[in-house]
């Protein structure tokens, strides 16, 4: 696109506008007038913003630069660098590979080519304090008189909605007397059924009737129903409705009634119950076995009717025995009674090892069953302390001493909690608890013989680990077990060594034992030739990369000299993809023959070339050379230099090392040409390189502090200037015209006047 290099961003100043009347009375175009004798002032503002837009392209340029320079100069030279050419570990990267898979080994730089024998005994293995397992049981006793209570207590209602009308109806009075006893005998179904009919006919739904269906089940049904519409009465459950009063009826809550045709052919609506109705007082609680969760529905009507109270809380247990054989497979959840006197119960589910079982719901609590919710035979990290180990508190606190190390626990903390403190208490252990098996268990956190696990004989201690056994190894019933740490041994070279920990260092191999041996295996140790190959590979396809970004920079044409940065005028009569293009050219040679970076360019191929003091090779003699002189310094390895390269690190390591470290190497000499070119910051008393005392570098000190930062402030500086000037002059130019318009204003009037004064 063809753009004017007349068209100018005019400044306005919307704050204090200091137009005039624009010729009302002169018919001139004035404000067109004013914008023309401001033109040269304009002019003078848009060439310092494209000379602002051209210093910030610039700067974002170098900076540019620099990252790329600081990128390089990190992956070769950085300390933390797996590729640091500055150290001699990289040129003297070794390999090793063991004969067996009973130990991992790597070799450092200080290895040494060839091959090590070895045979490993014994590992190293922590010292271990473990609880018994599988011996906790869930247990709490029935109180029958309080879970009386509470199934009295209950709600027992149902709320239907029926064609947008409400219907509640109550059953408690049919179970429950007055003073809170239960009625015997309790409802029957059809008495359960009248309730609902005459429910629904006191609301004038009189077309609607509750049956007891051949298997028990509630029916209601209407003959309400409208031919033309194919509709009938709208009925739904409420899931306002009381659990209780649900499960008298066997409903869910917002069950609808669905269309149904009657043995009369009539259509009509339906909503039945899917179990049969429910005619007893139910006490309800969750339980879950191994995963799979059930809810178990004990009659107390039926409970109640024993004679004594052994035999209720035997009644008790053989509905919940029932109802689990049913959901969990006979057998392999049983509810004990353990003390017919008092109610005490114990879940036995020995059946299958390692199971779980646990009460849940608002009904699994201590005043009801002796429980709490989520009390279980296996303990929940989520679960308070006090939950499993309530006994071993003291006004709240219990303590655990470890190592010497005494750890207060308050009955507040979860489980978590617990085991989260007594790891980070420096007691050197740490502690878990696996559920499957119901067992705690400390361990060292180092390998070794000489690290111990010292238990305090408290009472949470032997609530949760049991008593100190006679003999750790052989624990009596309810006791600990506890396994002394050992140290690793093996046989390296002939050498029999014994350490703590199964990792550890030897002649310059790091070997991690896994395993024994039945016989003497062999590591081996080579040169790492491919890991050197691979670096230098990398270090010249990245080296070569800088230097290709560089040379174009400094010999780009200067396209900027035609496109100028665009004004804002400019740029609304322009497309966002044609502004792209226009600034891509217009940034083109802003670096053109830029004396710092072509510097940069002669010092980094004059250091390639050289042959470091000391140093058998230069990089050439590593097949190693620079390109065609078109390439510009472009380093090039082709496969015959790899072979070169290989054969000098295999026959002479120490030349190749001599080449790139030490004060004189390549690498220094490359390093210290970055660092006074690209570093962002003051090193050793060192000033900032050089493009950052140019351009600066965002986030660090130099970003304020740099020329080209100065020479936009500069630049600002006039901008403001000339604003203020502009402003000036449009206020004297339409003072000016304004003064004429008034004039010719005064003028016409009087002509006016004077025409009225003679006739005309």
Do not use: C, H
């Not at 057998?331 to 119960?345: Q, V």
């Not at 508190?393 to 303590?399: C, E, H, N, P, S």
């Not at 190390?405 to 308050?410: A, F, L, N």
């Not at 190959?533 to 800088?546: H, M, P, R």
């Amino acid at each position: 696109m063809n753009i004017s290099s007349s068209s100018s961003s005019t400044y306005v100043n919307n704050a204090s506008s200091n137009k005039g009347f624009s010729g009302l009375a002169s018919g001139m175009d004035t404000e067109s007038m004013v914008e023309a004798l401001l033109s040269g002032t304009q002019a003078k503002i848009d060439k310092q913003n494209a000379l602002r837009q051209q210093t910030v392209w610039k700067q974002e340029i170098y900076r540019e630069i620099i990252t790329q320079m600081n990128t390089f100069q990190n992956k070769y030279f950085g300390s933390s660098s797996s590729t640091n050419f500055l150290s001699s570990t990289f040129f003297n990267a070794m390999n090793a590979v063991s004969s067996s898979s009973a130990f991992k080994v790597s070799a450092s730089s200080g290895a040494t080519v060839g091959s090590t024998s070895i045979a490993v005994s014994q590992l190293a293995e922590a010292a271990k304090l473990s609880s018994a397992s599988g011996t906790r049981k869930l247990s709490g006793e029935i109180n029958l008189d309080a879970i009386q209570k509470q199934v009295a207590g209950q709600a027992r209602d149902v709320t239907f909605v029926v064609n947008n009308k409400t219907v509640k109806v109550d059953f408690k009075d049919l179970f429950v007397n007055d003073d809170g006893t239960f009625k015997t005998p309790p409802a029957t179904q059809q008495q359960i059924a009248d309730r609902l009919t005459e429910a629904f006919a006191a609301q004038g739904f009189d077309k609607i009737k509750a049956e007891v269906g051949n298997d028990g089940e509630i029916v209601i049904t209407s003959s309400t129903w409208d031919d033309d519409n194919g509709v009938g009465d709208s009925i739904t459950v409420s899931s306002s409705s009381s659990a209780a009063g649900l499960k008298i009826l066997g409903l869910n809550a917002n069950a609808s009634a669905e269309v149904y045709t009657g043995a009369d052919g009539k259509k009509g609506m339906k909503l039945e119950s899917s179990q049969p109705i429910a005619t007893g007082n139910y006490f309800s609680v969750d339980v879950t076995f191994n995963g799979s969760k059930t809810t178990l529905n004990i009659d107390m009507t039926e409970v109640l009717s024993k004679e004594t109270k052994a035999e209720q809380y035997q009644a008790f247990a053989a509905q919940a025995n029932a109802q689990m054989d049913a959901a969990f497979g006979k057998g392999n959840a049983i509810m004990k009674i353990d003390d017919p006197a008092t109610g005490a119960f114990s879940f036995d589910v020995s059946a299958m090892k390692g199971s779980s079982i646990m009460l849940s719901g608002t009904n699994a609590t201590e005043d009801l069953l002796g429980v709490l919710n989520g009390e279980s035979n296996r303990i929940g990290l989520g679960g308070s302390v006090k939950m499993y180990f309530g006994n071993a508190f003291v006004d709240g606190k219990a303590q655990l001493e470890i190592n010497g190390k005494t750890i207060t626990i308050t009955e507040d903390m979860t489980v978590g909690d617990m085991i989260r403190k007594v790891n980070a208490s420096g007691a050197g252990v740490t502690m878990t608890y696996q559920a499957e098996a119901d067992r705690f268990t400390l361990t060292a956190n180092s390998t070794g013989a000489a690290f111990d696990i010292k238990l305090g004989n408290t009472a949470l201690s032997e609530a949760i680990f049991g008593k100190a056994p006679a003999d750790p190894s052989k624990p009596d019933a309810g006791g600990y077990t506890f396994t002394a740490g050992k140290n690793a041994k093996a046989t390296v070279d002939g050498v029999e060594i014994e350490r703590s920990s199964n990792t550890f260092e030897f002649n310059g191999l790091n070997i991690t034992l896994t395993g024994t041996t039945d016989k003497t295996e062999t590591i081996t140790v080579s040169r790492n030739t491919d890991q050197i190959v691979d670096g230098v590979k990398s270090f010249i396809e990245d080296y070569n990369a800088l230097i290709d970004k560089l040379n174009s920079l400094i010999e780009e044409d200067t396209d900027y000299r035609e496109y100028a940065p665009l004004t804002d005028a400019q740029k609304k009569e322009m497309s966002e993809k044609e502004i792209e293009l226009w600034e891509e050219k217009a940034k083109k040679g802003l670096l053109r023959n830029d004396s710092t970076i072509s510097t940069f360019l002669q010092q980094m191929r004059s250091a390639i070339y050289q042959r470091p003091a000391g140093s058998p090779f230069a990089i050439y003699d590593l097949g190693i050379e620079t390109g065609e002189w078109e390439t510009k310094g472009k380093l090039v390895m082709d496969a015959d230099g790899e072979a070169t390269l290989r054969a000098a690190i295999e026959s002479n390591p120490d030349g190749v090392v001599a080449l790139f470290t030490g004060e004189q190497g390549l690498a220094s000499q490359l390093d210290k040409i970055l660092t006074n070119t690209a570093s962002t910051s003051f090193v050793s008393g060192n000033s900032r390189g050089s493009l950052v005392e140019i351009a600066g570098y965002a986030e660090t000190a130099s970003d304020k502090d740099n020329t080209l930062y100065n020479t936009i402030q500069q630049i600002d500086q006039k901008i403001k200037d000339l604003k203020a000037a502009y402003e000036q002059e449009k206020t004297r130019y339409w003072n000016k015209f304004n003064a004429m318009e008034s004039m010719i204003q005064q003028m016409s009037s009087q002509s006016s006047w004077l025409a009225q004064q003679f006739g005309y």
